[in-house]
């Protein structure tokens, strides 16, 4: 799993400045429902419930999607500070800063230009959603605000305060390879882990660290086919949320590996990846594993007992507007073990034709993409 394109800018030397030895995040949970006398969700119920319900749609608020260096969307509110979006996720994590214009000289003058584009625009049931590329994440919002003026408007741009970015930090010391190995020897204890094991299968070797031939090829994880083994590089990731991310994505290369026709069956009528800066790109290998470690986080996240189903629906077809197939492999993880007492079980597993009659209805009215 290289890194996402639109990360590769910056990304490196900003890792480089400083480090932080902040441990992986084992206090997340997995999914634990087998056994258990009701799902155990991985958040409190109550936050998920809520911002799912109030909504990132909600009317007159300023509510947004963000796909963070190709992570799975999070939602959170957006504001504007000086010439930068200010995105503060709903769940704990620090703001995130995106300028909104880069300067270049022009005739010896200085001029901005927006680096805010517009991927599309979904006009949707209820309301549109637009779809934004940020310099290393895509926002989904009904609530565009400014921003439709940045994406066109010089005049716009002009007007703004400084533009700035917040600095992200590697998770471990790329120089410190015993803490690195510590880094996945924790992930690996996680309850989450454990679920994706089971999801998935055990790999026969322990979790180990790209080596040096993946590291300059810019890989963040790794899944060897002939010795059975996954590994992945913290040191080239500043999120906990990005390690999960690529043990799910690895560990997807060794489902379809165990299964090549299930998956050729399960792909029939999946879309492309339209996004050429998202990762799975032209690669339908690729493109899959992405689609199942989309499903992972949907399922997770959705893991709240008294979400609404509409809403739950709704968050998964923005997971689909950014990588086609999730909807598939959803339905297809849902009907594991693990997630037999997920609270969207019996949705996702209804006859294909409610779950799919209202993706296709938001599918048809998609233009730009
Ligand atoms: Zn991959």
């Not at 400083?18 to 206090?27: K, L, M, N, Q, T």
């Not at 109550?46 to 319900?53: C, F, G, N, P, V």
């Not at 300023?62 to 509110?77: A, D, N, Y």
């Not at 809403?311 to 492999?329: H, I, K, S």
């Amino acid at each position: 799993m290289p890194r996402p394109a639109f990360l590769v800018a910056g990304l490196a030397a900003l890792i480089a400045l400083a480090v932080s030895r902040r441990a992986a995040d084992g206090a997340t949970a997995g999914y634990r429902a087998p056994g258990a006398t009701a799902p155990t969700a991985t958040r409190t119920a109550d936050s998920i419930a809520t911002r799912l319900k109030i909504g990132w749609r909600a009317a007159g608020s300023r509510q947004g999607l963000l796909s963070i260096g190709g992570l799975p969307p999070v939602p959170g509110t957006l504001s504007i500070a000086g010439g930068s979006l200010i995105f503060q996720p709903a769940e704990g994590d620090a703001a995130i800063a995106y300028p909104l214009y880069r300067v270049q000289v022009d005739g010896g003058r200085a001029v901005r230009h927006s680096s805010v584009t517009l991927l599309g625009v979904d006009p949707g049931a209820r309301d549109s959603i637009f779809l934004f590329h940020l310099d290393g994440g895509v926002l989904e919002t009904a609530t565009p605000g400014v921003l439709r003026d940045v994406v066109t408007g010089a005049p716009r741009l002009d007007s703004l305060g400084d533009a700035w970015a917040t600095n992200r930090f590697a998770l471990v010391d790329p120089a410190d390879t015993a803490a690195q190995l510590e880094t996945l020897q924790a992930r690996a204890a996680t309850t989450f882990a454990d679920s994706m094991f089971r999801l998935f299968g055990t790999p026969s070797r322990p979790l180990g660290l790209v080596g040096d031939r993946g590291q300059r090829a810019g890989r963040l994880g790794e899944y060897i086919a002939s010795r059975d083994s996954i590994s992945l590089s913290p040191s080239r990731m500043t999120q906990a949320a990005q390690l999960r991310h690529a043990l799910a994505h690895e560990l997807a290369h060794r489902w379809q590996k165990a299964m090549p026709g299930e998956f050729r069956t399960l792909w029939e009528g999946v879309g492309p990846i339209e996004d050429s800066l998202r990762y799975g790109f032209g690669n339908e290998q690729e493109h899959q594993a992405e689609a199942v470690a989309f499903a992972v986080h949907f399922l997770q996240t959705t893991a709240a007992p008294d979400l609404p189903t509409d809403a739950a629906l709704d968050l998964l077809q923005a997971y689909e507007r950014l990588v086609p197939g999730t909807r598939v492999m959803a339905r297809r993880l849902v009907a594991q073990p693990l997630y037999r007492y997920h609270p969207l079980a019996s949705t996702l597993l209804a006859p294909a034709r409610s779950v799919a009659a209202r993706g296709d209805e938001h599918a048809e009215n998609v233009d730009v993409f």
